[in-house]
């Protein structure tokens, strides 16, 4: 029987449930899809973020063809699962902190810190310490932990192990900086996809944060002071080595004024979006005077190039626009969960487990979080997969937003840096390698190796769980959002903070 759809530009009503082929198992085919191609290109290692977007739109594929219900009845929930504020919000942010973010590596700010510590003076484990503080500083300012290994394995590594710095403790010292940015940072992917998803303000959620990453930040700083030496640097260049920091420069440092300026207004309350856009208008004049970058460097134009239109601005975009793609399709993905009750029978099942307990419950997403980060590579993919469960479960307990981003986030930035096969190691690796074929002396790191010693990264997934079996920083969902210490009067029947 053909179907009826209505005519274009005609209002479609709401779509109040789906049926599909083996119940509501048959709706979760499209994210599970997702989840196992996503896992299968990771361990071969194919991962990529184009190659996602292609797995999310094969499993919304096979879902049409499980769906018992009106094919158009499934586009319909499919949009306007795309609809859903929490990836356009999403969307808009990302698009506004790549551009905040690109502007600021314009201005030399990495060539700033790198010349901080460059001329330090400090030697073996206290410029392994020191590396980690520069890069937690630089992937805070910018939001990117991917951009942070990048740069620091390209100019602090070979100097660190110039001044007899443990090269593996170098390697984790970049990786644990990235952790804190990526955690912490207001503009962090993350950060935005972690509060967005739950229905919180990124301001509220750094300040809720701060006292977990801090926490496990100065017993970071302390270790990699205390192991990070006893490297060997009898075999460096000193020509090179020169010749490498002969291309800092301090004046990058002055971008820490729009960083500072963008940390002050989110952290008062103005919105992400005014935040980001002082920072990046105030950004164009520091660059322009201190003469670290021209105006074409942030926005031009090339009729020569593919995109016609250059600049930090246009990469910021463009660095993002996958990625924008493949929330869409998740939401939505995800949105047919609850269209077919899934999301119901999953949580029932949950539920039946955690019975009244809030400790079980937090449990509960601390390992799915934990389990889907493990599995898939690209830490910002698995944080989107795994929200709708925490947010069904936390609002089911009245746990507060801002307490289930938080765990969503910590999680997702420390595992996603930590083991072998995860993403931003293998880029480390990869640019450490490139890195010989300039300093033959060079050692390199394999993956293997560094992945015990990402401090930041195992300190955050034990505070996490310290947190969720103490209730260390747990608040309760009140009206309006609000943060209640204990349940709020019209839950305390459904839920027990100590029962475990």
Same mark, same amino acid.
Not at 26 to 32: D, K, Q, T
């Given at each position: ?20 082929r ?29 190659g996602l ?30 609809t ?42 206290l410029?392994?310490?020191m ?65 967005t ?16 990453? =801090?926490?496990?930040? =100065? ?15 009898s ?13 800092? $420069? ?14 002050i207004?989110a ?6 979006l ?29 009729? $020569? ?9 246009v ?12 929330? *869409? ?7 047919? *969960? ?13 539920v ?15 390992? =799915?979080?934990?389990?889907l ?34 765990? *969503?986030?910590?999680m ?52 996490? *769980? ?35």
């Amino acid at each position: 029987m053909a179907e009826t759809s209505a005519s274009p530009g005609q209002e479609q009503p709401p779509v109040a449930s789906l049926s599909f082929r083996f119940g509501a198992l048959g709706a979760a085919i499209p994210l599970a899809f997702f989840v196992v191609w996503a896992i299968t290109i990771s361990v071969l290692g194919l991962s990529s973020e184009l190659g996602l977007v292609m797995g999310a739109l094969f499993g919304i594929i096979l879902g049409l063809f499980c769906c018992v219900s009106r094919w158009s009845d499934y586009a319909n929930g499919l949009f306007e699962g795309m609809t859903q504020p929490v990836g356009v919000v999403a969307i808009v942010a990302w698009f506004f902190a790549g551009m905040f973010a690109q502007v600021l590596q314009v201005g030399g700010l990495v060539e700033g810190l790198v010349w901080l510590g460059g001329v330090s003076d400090v030697t073996g484990g206290l410029f392994v310490a020191m590396t980690f503080v520069l890069a937690g500083v630089f992937s805070t300012a910018v939001g990117t932990g991917y951009g942070t290994t990048v740069a620091f394995c390209t100019l602090m590594y070979p100097a660190g192990v110039a001044v007899g710095s443990d090269p593996i403790m170098l390697f984790a010292a970049i990786l644990s900086g990235a952790i804190f940015g990526d955690n912490l940072a207001p503009v962090s992917d993350t950060t935005i996809v972690s509060a967005t998803t739950q229905g919180a303000d990124v301001p509220g959620v750094v300040r809720s944060r701060f006292k977990y990453s =801090i926490a496990a930040a =100065i017993p970071t700083a302390i270790l990699f002071a205390m192991f990070g030496g006893g490297g060997d640097a009898s075999f460096a260049d000193p020509a090179a080595l020169e010749e490498m920091m002969s291309s800092t $420069d301090p004046m990058g440092l002055l971008m820490l004024i729009p960083f500072a300026l963008v940390l002050i207004l989110a952290l008062s309350g103005q919105h992400l979006l005014t935040s980001l856009t002082w920072g990046i208008i105030t950004s164009i004049p520091v660059i322009l005077l201190s003469g670290t970058g021209s105006l074409g460097d942030i926005i031009g134009f090339d009729p $020569d190039a593919d995109t016609v239109m250059t600049g930090a601005l246009v990469q910021g975009v463009q660095g993002y626009v996958n990625m924008a793609i493949l929330i *869409l399709l998740i939401v939505a993905s995800a949105y047919l *969960l609850k269209l077919g009750g899934t999301m119901e029978v999953v949580t029932g099942k949950l539920v039946a487990w955690i019975k009244q307990s809030v400790r079980k419950a937090e449990l509960a997403i601390w390992g =799915i979080v934990a389990l889907l980060n493990t599995a898939i590579t690209i830490n910002t993919a698995a944080e989107i997969a795994a929200a709708p469960f925490v947010r069904e479960l936390g609002e089911r307990y009245r746990i507060h937003r801002y307490r289930r981003a938080n765990m *969503l986030d910590a999680m997702t930035s420390a595992l996603g840096y930590i083991f072998p096969w995860g993403a931003p190691v293998l880029l480390g690796w990869s640019t450490i390698k490139l890195m010989q074929d300039t300093y033959e002396w060079l050692p390199s790191v394999a993956p293997t190796e560094v992945f015990p010693f990402v401090f930041q990264g195992w300190l955050l997934v034990v505070i996490m *769980l310290g947190a969720v079996l103490t209730g260390w920083g747990r608040r309760y969902e009140g009206p309006g959002g609000k943060e209640l210490k204990h349940p709020p009067e019209d839950a305390t029947q459904n839920v027990n903070e100590e029962e475990v």
